[in-house]
C-alpha cells in the first residue's frame, strides 16, 4: 500500500480526510490546528498534494468559484481524500510512534565552537531566545473561536506541548548562559 512519505504529507491528507478543501485553505486549517510551534512553508501543502495524487491517496475536481462573467473567474481546486487514503492514514495514527532525535540548530553550534566563540554563543543563545519567547507569545495569544469541541481539546492539547516545550528551551538556555558566562570569569574545575 502507498504511504504518505513525510510528516507534512501525513498532516495534509489528515486536512483533507477531514474535510475536502483547496490548498490555501488546508494550509491555513494546517497552520491553526498545529499552531505557531510547528512552523511549515504553506506551498508545502500544494507539493504534498501534489504527490499525495501521484500515488491516489487524494483526488480532486476543479469547482468554478466566481461566474465566468466575473472579470476574477477562477476554478479553484478542491482535494478529497481516496479510500486508499483513509486507510494509509489510519495505518499511520495506529503506527508506533517514535522519538525524534533532538537536532537544534543551536545545539549544533554550541557542540563545535571553541572557548573563544563564548561571545558568538551568547549572541546566537539571545536571539534563539528571542524567537522562543516570540513563539510563547503566539501560542498564547492564540484561540480558537466557534470550533468543535473535539478540534478545541485537540488545539489545547498541542498548545500545550508547544508551550512545555518552548519553556523547557527557555529553561536551558538560561542554563548555557551561565556556563558560558562562568567559563568566561575563569575554567570551572
Known sequence: MSRPRSLLETIVLGSVI???GYGYDLG???EAR???GWQFNPSGVYASLDRLKERDLVRYEQRETLPRSS???RDRVVYHATDEGVVA???WLGSEVRKEPVRMDVLARIAVARPEHAP???EALEGYERECLDMVAGTTAHESLDVRPWDRMIAEGVRDSVLQHLRAELAWIRSMRRRIEAFGDGEPR
Open 120 to 122: 558568538l554563543l551568547l
Open 28 to 30: 491555513k486549517r494546517i
Open 34 to 36: 498545529m499552531g505557531p
Open 89 to 91: 492514514f489510519e495505518d
Open 71 to 73: 472579470p476574477r473567474s
Open 18 to 20: 477531514e474535510r475536502p
